[in-house]
Nanobody, 128 residues
Framework: QVQLVESGGGLVQAGGTLRLSCAAS????????????MAWFRQAPGEEREFVAS????????LYADSLKGRFAVSRDNAKNTVYLQMNSLNPSDTAVYYC?????????????????WGQGTQVTVSS
């Protein structure tokens, strides 16, 4: 099993930055972490869950939503079993609950159904 816990959300003014963290645990993950891809999704009120970014187990490859490329950056520290999402130049349209997800494999996708494990989410609110 894999457990994911997000943190780092909060209230920020437009133009500000936030860094989200996702701590992974569980025997399966810690034993085979290099074989798990990780991703971030977000969901605004009344909207569908939207892909943000994903990263391979080694951290060598990443995939971003086209609309967020250049503002957001995903990274991971396998020694700490943690994946990060650095968010810059935030604007009110980035307001959402941000979810961390994981799945075995190395083919990166932006499709939520291809991820097996999910965190509970962390709220990000950007004020104008």
């Amino acid at each position: 099993q894999v457990q994911l816990v997000e943190s780092g959300g909060g209230l920020v003014q437009a133009g500000g930055t936030l860094r989200l963290s996702c701590a992974a645990s569980g025997r399966t993950f810690t034993s085979y972490k290099m074989g798990y891809k990780m991703a971030w999704f977000r969901q605004a009120p009344g909207e569908e869950r939207e892909f943000v970014a994903s990263i391979t187990g080694s951290g060598s490859n990443t995939l971003y939503a086209d609309s967020l490329k250049g503002r957001f950056a995903v990274s991971r520290d396998n020694a700490k079993n943690t994946v990060y999402l650095q968010m810059n130049s935030l604007n009110p349209s980035d307001t959402a609950v941000y979810y961390c997800a994981a799945a075995p494999g190395w083919i990166l996708t932006g499709t939520a159904s291809t991820y097996d494990y999910w965190g509970q989410g962390t709220q990000v609110t950007v004020s104008s």
